[in-house]
């Protein structure tokens, strides 16, 4: 493999008559305060003072680790493939170094020898950010990202605007970062976090903030100097460098971006401009890039058995550097990931709004309840699903996907809402089965028998009795609901059985919870026993009377239009105590299972 590795520190990669060049495809500037500061900590830490003689302080060695560059060591400019966060926050810092050297230049308190000594250092420290290329300036770090931002407000002294307005989440967090080492480097705060021995020396704030800036400076890296984009790829696979790790999809879009040249014509960067979206729209839906790239590449490749550590490595394995075409495949999946996001979003953020067609409601109720009940595992089996309907050639029956939905939204009740907390990972294979299925699909039948294989194997996975024996145990308190405790897997459990019986595809949004014996300090009222559907304004009715007991309130669920409510009416003309609830909880188990059991 053809490349450099020299021990540097980051004065001479400075000072050298170099530019680096912050690529495309690196993530924007993502450090948070707990990364800066540790930075700022670390040289502050290195610092120590020398008490012969008039004290003075005194820098020392310290190692900042691995930066990569794509380009030789020779050359004018280079790419920075590795060490983007640490070269933008010490630039950052040195700015805001600058900054307070110039404050004590324009200070009238200070001396003029002083006033001198603060704008020579000041004006070094700026040639570290800045210089002059044949009377032109050029900065020193450059990023398409944050331009012009980043130099109007913190590179360039002599240009800068401080009225500048960050408009990106990026240039929000430079803002941040810049704000928080003028904040920590005032000379109230410096003086605390410089050295715990610095009352006894008072040694003057222009030396300390020179001191600083001359540690940071001479903290050493390893620079390695890669001439090909492929050799550069694999060493930056294989550094561990200092600072906020890099995710998988971190690497992916690194890798992605370095094969995928930007769209000639016009300045037009589609494939980037894409996947910027694809971000934004996550971010805005609360969704995480990480877990959908996972999702949406085992639903598009079950076989793979992706998971968040191999990941990069199955994604490398499928799009090979050498592959002539691989700038059009990677460009292709893209374009075809930003599409699944919108499947994505559906199965796990439902929107009501996106579902007026009454028969499309019970789709909506479903993907509601499989969300609450914290179904991740099944998320790649129905993007596969969706994947394959939205190609258009193998449409979905609509009773089938109904059938599909209804009992997984079942089984994640059975399997995590009832108690009996089946192990999550459990799910894994029969999931990813299902996906390899659908995506070999070649007709209806196919898909057919691909969700009833699912549901064997998932059905499998629970034992009767101990549902039976979690199901009598929930509950549904008022009380509950009001401190905030959810309440769903019991009125889940209550209306699923209601809506059975009357044949109803979903909840009509007319229903609610009615404990039959008054809710009292009593546990064994707030059994699912003791609960009931009742249409909402009936139980509104019966809010507004001096209800006292059941034989009461059942004058009123005879009204109802729920068989579950009319049925009990009917044949239950005494429900008084507790042993009556619990003959009932164990009734409304074995109903539910049925159901389940059936679907």
């Not at 995590?416 to 799910?427: A, C, E, P, Q, W």
């Not at 039948?445 to 499998?460: C, E, G, M, P, S």
């Not at 929930?474 to 959810?486: D, T, V």
Request: hydrophobic fraction near 35%; charged fraction near 30%.
């Amino acid at each position: 493999m053809g490349f450099e590795a020299v021990s540097e520190n980051i004065r001479g990669l400075l000072s050298a008559n170099k530019i680096y060049h912050i690529p495309r495809f690196q993530r924007e500037f993502s450090w948070e305060v707990k990364n800066y500061k540790e930075i700022l900590n670390d040289m502050l830490y290195q610092i120590s003072v020398v008490k012969e003689g008039t004290p003075t302080l005194k820098t020392s060695q310290y190692f900042l680790g691995n930066m990569l560059f794509l380009g030789g060591k020779e050359k004018g400019e280079v790419a920075v493939i590795d060490g983007q966060q640490r070269l933008t926050t010490l630039t950052i810092l040195l700015a805001a170094i600058r900054n307070k050297l110039y404050e004590i230049h324009a200070d009238n308190r200070e001396t003029a020898a002083n006033k001198q000594l603060a704008k020579d250092y000041a004006d070094t420290t700026q040639e570290f950010l800045i210089k002059r290329v044949d009377g032109v300036p050029k900065r020193i770090i450059q990023t398409s990202s944050t331009y012009p931002y980043f130099t109007q407000t913190i590179q360039d002294y002599d240009t800068r605007n401080p009225a500048a307005k960050p408009t990106t989440d990026e240039e929000d967090l430079l803002m941040e970062a810049f704000n928080f080492f003028l904040e920590q480097l005032s000379e109230s705060k410096l003086k605390r976090l410089f050295i715990k021995n610095d009352s006894k020396h008072h040694i003057k704030y222009i030396e300390k903030l020179k001191v600083l800036r001359d540690q940071i400076l001479q903290s050493q890296v390893i620079a390695i100097y890669a001439s090909e984009k492929d050799q550069a790829n694999q060493i930056f696979e294989n550094i561990n460098s200092k600072g906020k790790p890099l995710s998988k999809v971190d690497l992916i879009k690194n890798y992605i971006f370095t094969y995928v040249e930007p769209t000639s014509g016009g300045g037009v960067d589609e494939v980037k401009d894409l996947w910027k979206k694809n971000a934004k729209f996550l971010f805005d839906s609360n969704l995480t890039l990480e877990e959908f790239f996972l999702h949406y590449w085992k639903a598009r490749f079950p076989e793979d058995k992706a998971n968040a550590n191999n990941l990069y490595d199955k994604f490398t394995t499928r799009y090979k550097s050498e592959n002539p075409r691989i700038t059009n495949e990677l460009g292709n999946f893209v374009n075809e990931m930003y599409r699944a996001i919108f499947e994505y979003e559906k199965i796990i953020q439902p929107n009501l709004n996106k579902y007026k067609k009454q028969e499309h409601k019970y789709e909506y109720e479903t993907l509601d309840s499989i969300a609450k009940f914290k179904g991740i595992q099944v998320r790649p089996a129905l993007l596969s699903l969706y994947l394959r309907e939205k190609e258009g050639n193998l449409k979905v029956d609509k009773k089938i996907k109904h059938s599909l939905l209804r009992f997984l939204s079942d089984f994640h009740f059975v399997a995590f809402g009832s108690g009996v907390n089946l192990r999550s990972n459990k799910v894994t294979e029969p999931c990813t089965a299902f996906s390899k299925e659908i995506t070999v699909a070649c007709s209806r039948t196919d898909i057919q028998n691909a969700i009833q294989n699912l549901k064997v194997k998932l059905r499998k996975l629970i034992d009767k009795e101990h549902f039976i024996q979690e199901f009598q145990r929930l509950e549904f308190s008022k009380s509950a609901s009001r401190l905030g405790q959810s309440n769903f897997p019991t009125s889940y459990a209550i209306k699923r059985i209601a809506m059975s019986m009357d044949g109803r595809d979903y909840d009509d949004g007319n229903s609610s919870i009615e404990h039959i014996q008054n809710e009292s300090q009593d546990e064994y009222t707030k059994n699912v026993g003791n609960l009931i559907v009742l249409e909402t304004k009936l139980n509104n009715d019966l809010g507004n009377k001096t209800i006292t007991n059941y034989s009461q309130k059942r004058v009123y669920y005879a009204k109802s239009q729920y068989e579950m409510t009319k049925e009990f009416a009917k044949k239950q003309k005494i429900f008084a105590n507790e042993v009556a609830i619990n003959v009932r909880a164990e009734n409304l188990a074995n109903q539910f299972w049925d159901i389940f059991a059936e679907e």
